[in-house]
């Protein structure tokens, strides 16, 4: 992780050798330097550790709650809602400064709504929270391409690439909003691990081992959601890191939310800086968007496989 | 600890599916319910569990009624080990057993004390699990993995075990050595047993008495040999059957009904 932190903070346009990124993180040293690090690197690589801890951590919850191995941050319509709002907001032309706090609010209203159609009586039902996810999440993209085709022609480049996800251009003023909600919602998650592992045996013996049903999959929707909430306010919808992580830090450590969970974070921050670390090192910037989907795709596709053929032995 | 039933109703959502039951579970007591599929035994234990709504009567654990027990404290009396168990799970036994010490622990507490580990250790041993237990579930087999979840109902130090159908998937080997298991554990925990038993035969040679279950009304309740006859057998399952008279005991031979 420090490597990558170091490397990502080298390499750019303008290359800084590890010497001088020292002297510039204690603000000595060439003036140039200081402000390529301080201004431009150290936020982007915070901004891309920090969301792909959240979207990590975010989607282990989420597989973890629903039992589902293609769960991912983006099922309980956290994407739509917050996609739609930044759409609206750019067609519109309002200032870009509300994006953060209008995709966040955006994301946690249509988890709201998912959640309200999933309640029912005292319970919260796992089908028709998924079911509900995509319905909202497909109506919300029928009305976000609307907007996008009656947008004015710059607009929709801008709207694209918030869609797409990018960290370019992050710099303190999103990190400075949204990092103390992804440390809150990072500890508590981990504190979450124990009912992840509770609800992993069944609903009737969660709850016979002391498990209220309702308040533990509300708490774990909530701090999902927070997180993967954050963390498009930064970056926009990063697509993948949410879905594999999980998988990925399973393989490693076992099935355990007290271990998946930490790694999760763990290793999705550092994919995500990787990823980011990639798409800056081309001639012309790619969205990093766009470097974990092409990348997350095949790996995905690779567990999928290695599952079925394991599955296969065993039987 | 005693269990007392009184004019106990629950069902579903609206819908009454146990009517006016009363009878009680003593200490070291181990009562097998039998009846028709649909009589309403699962409900029963659902109801007492407070998983379904009550919709009369009460439950008094030792005299005090179970509606002032929050969730966490009511499992720290009673276990329960449902029909339906998840044996994919790729965790390992010893993992299993210590989520039985979940009840006992705020959320915050991730570690497991000195006397959480005895707790564990001693279900594990008393299950003759010891040596499994890095083994994962998902690699055990049908008898492993019911004894795995009994253990971590174990280490859940109830006093009162509600077990569903728990012999179900296993062969008649497993079967009776899981129900001896059971009979260790009352003798050594004096805990109290409630199973449901589809097979009447086993329910007679294991339990102390039988409570008999019609579409929700319970019919009988009383010592095998007192409960198995000819009419209580034809009232809950509509069959005929021959009684035998075997050196352990009383055993059923159900026929079809004549016309």
Redo the contacts between chains.
């Keep these: 992780m420090i490597i990558i932190s170091l490397i990502s903070l080298a390499k750019g346009s303008v290359y800084i050798s590890i010497s001088d990124i020292w002297l510039a993180i204690f603000q000595k040293g060439e003036q140039i330097n200081q402000t390529i690090i301080w201004k431009l690197r150290l936020p982007r690589l915070l901004a891309s550790l920090l969301v792909g801890s959240s979207l990590g951590m975010s989607g282990a919850l989420l597989q973890g709650m629903l039992r589902n191995g293609l769960a991912s941050p983006y099922l309980l319509g956290i994407s739509a809602g917050s996609g739609l709002v930044i759409v609206s907001i750019i067609t519109f032309g309002f200032a870009q400064i509300f994006i953060p706090i209008a995709s966040w609010l955006g994301a946690i209203f249509t988890t709201l709504i998912v959640y309200f159609l999933a309640k029912r009586?005292n319970k919260i039902s796992i089908e028709r929270l998924i079911l509900g996810g995509v319905a909202v999440s497909s109506l919300f993209g029928a009305i976000q391409a609307t907007l996008l085709l009656q947008a004015e022609d710059g607009r929709i480049q801008a709207a694209l690439t918030w869609l797409i996800g990018s960290l370019n251009a992050r710099g303190w003023e999103e990190i400075k909003i949204t990092w103390i909600p992804i440390f809150i919602a990072l500890l508590v998650g981990i504190?979450?691990?124990?009912?992840l592992?509770?609800l992993?045996?069944?609903e009737?013996?969660s709850?016979?081992?002391?498990?209220?049903l309702f308040r533990s999959r509300c708490l774990i929707g909530a701090v999902a959601t927070l997180l993967a909430a954050s963390a498009v306010a930064i970056g926009g919808l990063i697509g993948f890191i949410g879905l594999i992580v999980p998988h990925f830090s399973?393989l490693l450590v076992?099935?355990?939310y007290?271990y998946v969970l930490p790694f999760s974070a763990l290793i999705g921050g550092l994919t995500l800086s990787t990823a980011d670390l990639i798409a800056r090192l081309g001639p012309i910037e790619f969205p990093v968007g766009i470097i974990t989907s092409l990348l997350g795709a095949p790996i995905f596709i690779a567990i999928l496989y290695k599952r079925s053929s394991i599955k296969r032995e065993q039987k | 600890m005693t269990l007392l039933l009184k004019d106990f109703s629950t069902g579903y959502e609206n819908k009454i599916i146990l009517n006016n039951t009363n009878f009680e579970l003593k200490e070291s007591e181990w009562i097998g319910i039998i009846g028709a599929n649909g009589s309403g035994k699962s409900t029963l234990l659902k109801g007492i569990l407070k998983f379904n709504p009550t919709f009369f009567g009460d439950v008094f654990l030792n005299g005090q009624n179970t509606k002032i027990f929050s969730r966490k404290s009511l499992s720290q009396k009673i276990a329960y080990l449902p029909q339906k168990i998840n044996n994919s799970l790729n965790i390992t036994v010893e993992e299993l057993v210590s989520l039985g010490r979940s009840p006992y622990k705020s959320f915050w507490e991730f570690n497991l004390d000195e006397k959480d580990k005895k707790i564990i250790n001693e279900a594990l041993e008393i299950l003759d699990l010891t040596n499994l237990k890095y083994k994962y579930i998902n690699e055990l087999s049908g008898g492993q993995c019911q004894r795995a979840f009994l253990a971590m109902t174990l280490s859940q130090d109830p006093e009162i075990l509600l077990l569903d159908e728990p012999t179900t998937f296993l062969d008649i080997n497993y079967q009776l050595k899981f129900l001896e298991c059971i009979n260790k554990l009352i003798k050594f925990k004096k805990l109290s047993v409630i199973t449901v038993l589809h097979d009447i035969n086993l329910a007679c040679r294991f339990c102390n008495r039988i409570a008999i279950f019609k579409e929700g009304n319970l019919i009988d309740i009383d010592k095998p040999k007192k409960v198995l006859n000819k009419n209580n057998l034809y009232k809950a399952f509509d069959i005929d059957s021959y009684l035998i008279e075997t050196p352990l005991g009383i055993q059923v031979y159900p026929v079809s009904k004549k016309i």
Excluded: A, M, V, Y
């Design positions: 009586g504190l979450l691990s124990r009912q592992n509770l992993s045996l069944g009737e013996l709850i016979s081992l002391g498990n209220s399973r076992g099935n355990d007290k």
